[in-house]
């Protein structure tokens, strides 16, 4: 989960050229106030509290909200959480005022923490923030899950709802993290028949999985009748993930995305798990084409210069002043030093063993509780509008004013006037935010950068997270 497989996406997103078809923004570090919309309060202050040189002091706290091995204690953990969750809290706000078609933050997707702890190195949920910010504007939402790991966190927040359905495609048994997420857990009280889960074995390949997924997706869709769908795309489902056991292709990895994207609702998109970094930085650059109509060419990082210095800041060994008409295989491995008989992107072959018999009693089920959902839930949709003035009129002296969209009018700034970095921040694009041309002044720094482009599909939002 360390922030260079974010550093990477970046880097091919713009040797790609896509960020000139996306209006990029820097999201808001979320509110201690915004995080207790879910988490509770005292978890929320721990997090804000503690760091590497106390937690000695807090060894009890650190049992009570699973703070160790799995969840480190590290400097700026609570400064981490506000930028990931804050870039999917922006991004959902942005579809809410139609501001935007598809919003991407690939530095969310922390789909394991719960309410009152951490889990599997997630902190903050940002996915069950998200979605509680569309549900002010939707009746219903949908949440895609493709990471290798079962999304616990997001299904165990709306078990008891039939507003937000929970779909995860996901590795189960063999005592795999995080345990949960058999065929039977369906949901409870109004809830029942709403959380979908599709549990799978090792080994599972591209025709196998997408046969899979876009039976259950298209039934679910016609089904449920979402306003907004939230997909997370955990990479660590690709072959060759270190954590993962799946062998899936970046193609068959990224058809996912393509197949959701033509539901024409409003979609937000997430990273998610991924641990070998290379095949991340690959697949999100692949995807984020995906949701721009953009088929991404083998030899277009001609334009692409990496110095040794950006390297060194990122840990990379490499020194790489000029490339042309090199392919992304080649280029990642020399961003990442690697021999010439190792490929960045190790297509393992592993024994499926997901039978044919195994995937269509899985198939059945699924869509045998789907029919018992009759038709789509209805909801008073005004009860909740009054329900969140009221939390809005509750907080109104606790959050900031940008806790909402900033509105900024670039032609009504005085020239003659000096920005202040707050006000720079809420500009489009910042001077230091791409790096290409003879004037290349790096200095990237722990933050996120939340944007929205806007190619053939239409406006997207995209939060990335630099180191």
């Known amino acids: 989960m360390k922030p260079h497989r974010l550093c990477m996406t970046h880097h091919l997103v713009l040797s790609y050229d896509l960020h000139k078809k996306m209006e990029i923004y820097r999201p808001h570090k979320a509110y201690p106030v915004e995080l207790a919309q879910f988490h509770s309060a005292d978890y929320v202050e721990f997090l804000h509290r503690i760091t590497p040189d106390t937690q000695h002091l807090f060894r009890q706290e650190l049992t009570k909200y699973n703070l160790g091995e799995d969840c480190p204690v590290f400097e700026n953990l609570f400064e981490f959480c506000q930028i990931y969750a804050g870039g999917t809290i922006d991004a959902a706000r942005r579809l809410n005022n139609q501001l935007c078609d598809i919003a991407i933050n690939w530095a969310g997707g922390l789909h394991h923490a719960k309410k009152c702890e951490a889990s599997g190195f997630c902190y903050i949920n940002d996915l069950v923030l998200g979605i509680l910010e569309l549900l002010k504007y939707h009746a219903r939402v949908l949440y895609i899950d493709i990471d290798v790991h079962h999304g616990d966190g997001v299904e ?12 995860s495609f996901h590795k189960f048994g063999d005592l795999f993290f995080p345990g949960t997420g058999d065929v039977k ?6 809830g029942k028949f709403y959380a979908i889960n599709v549990p799978l074995k090792d080994g599972i390949d591209d025709t196998s999985f997408t ?14 009748a979402p306003g907004a769908i939230v ?3 955990g990479a660590d489902s690709l072959a060759g993930d270190r954590l993962g056991c799946f062998n899936l292709s970046i193609d068959g990895h990224a058809e996912c995305v393509r197949f959701v994207k033509k539901f024409n609702l409003p979609l937000l998109v997430t990273g998610g798990g991924g641990y070998t970094k290379e095949n991340v930085a690959r697949c999100w650059t692949v995807e984020t084409g995906i949701l721009l109509d953009t088929e991404l060419p083998n030899a277009r990082l001609d334009t692409f210069k990496l110095s040794l210095a950006r390297a060194n800041q990122h840990g990379l060994s490499c020194e790489i002043y000029g490339l042309y008409d090199i392919d992304p295989t080649t280029f990642l491995r020399m961003v990442c030093n690697l021999p010439d008989d190792v490929l960045p992107f190790s297509l393992i072959e592993q024994e499926n063993l997901n039978s044919k018999s195994y995937l269509s009693t899985i198939k059945m089920q699924v869509l045998e509780n789907l029919r018992s959902i009759q038709h789509a839930p209805s909801v008073q949709m005004q009860e909740f509008i009054i329900l969140w003035l009221l939390i809005a009129v509750i907080y109104e002296f606790q959050v900031p004013p940008d806790f909402y969209i900033p509105e900024f009018d670039e032609d009504e700034q005085n020239p003659d006037e000096r920005m202040d970095q707050h006000t720079q921040d809420k500009q489009i694009q910042r001077d230091d935010e791409f790096y290409e041309g003879d004037n290349d002044n790096d200095h990237m720094d722990v933050g996120s950068v939340a944007g929205s482009f806007n190619g053939a599909g239409g406006h997207c939002t995209v939060p990335w997270l630099d180191d």
């Open 185 to 190: 857990e369906i949901g409870e009280r109004e």
């Open 211 to 224: 046969r899979l997924f876009k039976t259950i997706i298209s039934k679910v869709v016609e089904t449920y």
């Open 231 to 233: 997909l997370q795309c």
């Open 156 to 167: 165990e927040a709306f078990y008891f709802t039939d507003r937000v359905m929970t779909v």
